[in-house]
C-alpha cells in the first residue's frame, strides 16, 4: 500500500555531490519516519541516515556525519539525502524505507539506486 520510488543516484567523482530523492505515495506521509540504507558489494546493508515524522530529528552513521544530510518535505512527500564530499567508500546500492510497526525490516521499501563514486 506504501510505494516508495528513488532517484538522483549516478556517477561523481570522489568530492562530488549528489541529492538523493525518495517520493511516497499510498499512505499519508507526514505518519512515516523514514531512512536512507546503503548496501555495497561484501557488505552488510547499513542505516545511513534517519528522519523523525516532523523532520526535526536526525540520525546519521559516522561514516557520513558532516557530509550527508536527510530531510523531508512533508507537503511534497518526499525526503532526501543530501551527498557532499563524496568519497569511493559511498559507493553502494542506496534505498529509501519507511518504519511499520517500529521497525525499518518490517517497513515498506524502495527498489534502490545507485551510487558510484570514482577516485
Known amino acids: 500500500q506504501v510505494q516508495l520510488v528513488e532517484s538522483g543516484g549516478g556517477l561523481v567523482q570522489a568530492g562530488g555531490s549528489l541529492r538523493l530523492s525518495c517520493a511516497v505515495s499510498g499512505r499519508s506521509f507526514s505518519y512515516l519516519e523514514m531512512g536512507w540504507f546503503r548496501q555495497a558489494p561484501g557488505k552488510k546493508r547499513e542505516l545511513v541516515a534517519d528522519?523523525?515524522?516532523?523532520?526535526?530529528?536526525?540520525v546519521y552513521v559516522e561514516s557520513v556525519k558532516g557530509r550527508f544530510t536527510i530531510s523531508r518535505d512533508n507537503a511534497k512527500a518526499t525526503v532526501y539525502l543530501q551527498m557532499n564530499t563524496l568519497k569511493p567508500e559511498d559507493t553502494a546500492l542506496y534505498y529509501c524505507a519507511a518504519k511499520s510497526s517500529g521497525s525499518y525490516e518490517a517497513g515498506y521499501w524502495g527498489q534502490g539506486t545507485q551510487v558510484t563514486v570514482s577516485s
Open positions: 528522519i523523525g515524522r516532523s523532520g526535526s530529528s536526525t
